[in-house]
């Protein structure tokens, strides 16, 4: 799963955008990656570049992402704590 960036290109990443991201990975149980800062700017060049047929498919374009860019990512570690809080959920909106 990709996060988005935190915007601004001189901004640090900051400790709630790291929590975030963590929070996603334990609830969805999948990795996070996030990254580049400017990721809607990133995004919409490597679209544009794709129309100009710049790739010879998607998998060009990622590595050519992981090369210029560092990509935090987030291993899932919380998971029984989002399960459990998912099925009292469920049962809440069961009623």
């Known amino acids: 799963m990709w996060a988005p960036g ?3 290109s001189s901004t640090p990443v900051r400790p709630w955008d790291q929590a ?12 996070v990656s996030a990254g580049p800062v400017e ?4 995004g919409n060049a490597m679209i544009q570049l794709k129309a100009l047929g710049a790739f010879p498919d998607e998998g060009a374009q990622r590595e050519l992402l992981r090369r210029s860019f560092q990509i935090q990512c987030y291993e899932p570690k919380e998971t029984k704590v989002w399960d459990r ?5 469920r049962e809440i909106v069961k009623r």
Not at 20 to 31: K, L, M, S, V
Not at 39 to 42: D, E, H, I, Q, R
Not at 85 to 89: G, I
């Open 39 to 42: 990721a809607t700017a990133v």
């Open 20 to 31: 975030f991201c963590q929070y996603i990975a334990d609830a969805t149980g999948r990795r």
């Open 6 to 8: 935190q915007g601004g």
């Open 85 to 89: 809080m998912y099925a009292k959920y």
